[in-house]
């Protein structure tokens, strides 16, 4: 099913492309980050807010991003060369790649913890000694100068290995086994959850709003981040996944099922672990902590606890790997048009350099704890860097070149929705609504206000 134009790869089928795109959505931002960003930030109102973020900006975006990529039927860089060239709007596609480089970098490392747990699980369980428990074993482990490299670059290898192998061979086949997978762990794991006498508070902390909470402008700041970061917008994975599209998949169903599922995951993934949460006292707004720590002491206290912790870290480990999959395909696309490169040379050399860019991250809760930047640790300032700059930035660019850079009738035709209320509608978000909102984020995010 090549594209006789340029034989540029393309998905096999359009649910492939939607596992994909999902897959590249669903990733720890759904699991670790949306379990304690939602603790921190009240429960249910913050759900609610994020659940209209979705719809009205995170949306709109993934089409925008759908919509440039199909149509230019090439990389981050080379869509935005290829529908404007010669424009400086190809500054957005260079922050995508530059993005996947940098979140890579930290998520290999932190994918890399979350697989040595599930290792771990497969031979018994974490051995952690009777003093401290899970809080010392975690600390032990992470600050460590060597094993956490060796897993960090086992994550990197199993990612380069489905991207060496193809878009469809590779990235679709992996796709279309992990997300039903991981669909079906979520949904039996939150069930079991919800019977460990917790379930009242955890379903009132989801879904009954304290109303109080809307006054505070760090919720709604808060759930449009999360939203951003859940759908993977603004670092061009979006755009690249589709430019592997066919001109005859239609765009507006399939960017609604990627949010749609996407949101039901994250969902899910709260009904997972809050249940868990509350039935053993512990506090909602625990952090990150909350998934390497307090939720295998749970598990430990469990009947059948090491299956559950089994599961929730494969659950944990395979969803980091389908975005860590995306990440890598936006920087591998550019290197094979820009360079000429087969796309097993730039999967194992983009690959390696991106692990060895996330050494310091790993060595920075060790050998180098003491190199701290605005006072952050390494980590959090690649985390700060790319979430709260250049993800945003480049969501903005993108909103902005589809209202405002491409011709209207062009954007609107290219986008299947045609010159119809739903169309004009998406394009006056993305030329008000959307840019300004991001701004907003984005100013919260560097401490402006």
């Not at 596992?19 to 429960?43: C, D, H, K, P, Q």
């Amino acid at each position: 099913m090549s594209d006789l134009n340029n034989g540029r790869e393309q998905w096999g089928s359009r649910l492939g492309f939607i596992l994909a795109a999902m897959g590249s959505a669903v990733g720890l931002g759904n699991i670790w980050r949306f379990a304690y960003v939602t603790g921190e930030s009240g429960g249910a109102a913050f759900l609610l807010i994020y659940i209209l973020c979705i719809l009205a900006i995170g949306i709109p975006i993934l089409m925008a991003e759908f919509t440039i990529g199909r149509r230019a039927q090439s990389d981050v860089v080379g869509s935005f060369q290829e529908i404007t060239p010669g424009k400086p709007w190809v500054v957005a596609g260079f922050l995508g790649v530059a993005s996947a480089f940098i979140i890579l970098s930290f998520y290999g490392v932190i994918a890399g913890w979350s697989l040595h747990y599930f290792v771990q699980y497969l031979s018994g369980g974490p051995a952690i000694g009777a003093e401290g428990g899970f809080a010392d074993y975690f600390v032990a482990f992470h600050t460590g100068n060597f094993e956490p490299l060796l897993w960090q670059f086992i994550f990197m290898g199993i990612t380069v290995g489905i991207v060496y192998v193809g878009v469809k061979k590779g990235i679709e086949k992996s796709n279309k086994i992990l997300m039903p997978l991981l669909a079906i762990l979520v949904i039996v794991l939150a069930g079991y959850s919800l019977t460990l006498g917790g379930a009242q508070e955890a379903l009132d902390f989801l879904f009954t709003p304290d109303w109080s909470q809307l006054a505070n402008p760090e919720v709604y700041l808060a759930a449009l981040g999360q939203a951003f970061f859940s759908l993977s917008l603004g670092m061009g994975a979006l755009i690249t996944y589709g430019s592997y599209l066919s001109k005859k998949d239609k765009l507006p169903g399939a960017a609604v099922s990627v949010a749609g599922l996407d949101t039901l995951f994250a969902i899910l993934a709260g009904l997972m672990i809050f249940p868990a949460v509350f039935a053993f006292g512990i506090e909602p707004d625990s952090g990150p902590g909350l998934v390497f720590i307090t939720l295998p002491g749970i598990f430990d206290s469990l009947g059948g606890g090491m299956i559950f912790g089994l599961l929730f870290f494969f659950l944990l480990s395979a969803a980091a790997v389908s975005s860590g999959v995306s990440l890598l395909e936006v920087a591998v696309a550019y290197f094979m048009r820009r360079f000429s490169w087969s796309r097993q040379k730039a999967a194992l050399i983009i690959g390696f350099i991106i692990f060895l860019i996330g050494i310091p991250s790993s060595l920075g809760m060790g050998a180098l704890s003491g190199v701290t930047f605005f006072g952050r640790d390494i980590l959090d300032s690649m985390d700060f860097i790319a979430s709260n700059v250049f993800l945003p930035l480049g969501g903005l660019l993108i909103a902005l070149f589809v209202g405002w850079g491409w011709k209207k009738a062009d954007a609107l035709e290219a986008s299947d929705f045609g010159d119809t209320a739903v169309g004009n509608g998406w394009v006056i978000i993305l030329r008000f609504i959307a840019p300004v909102a991001i701004f907003i984020i984005f100013l919260s995010s560097i401490g402006v206000f």
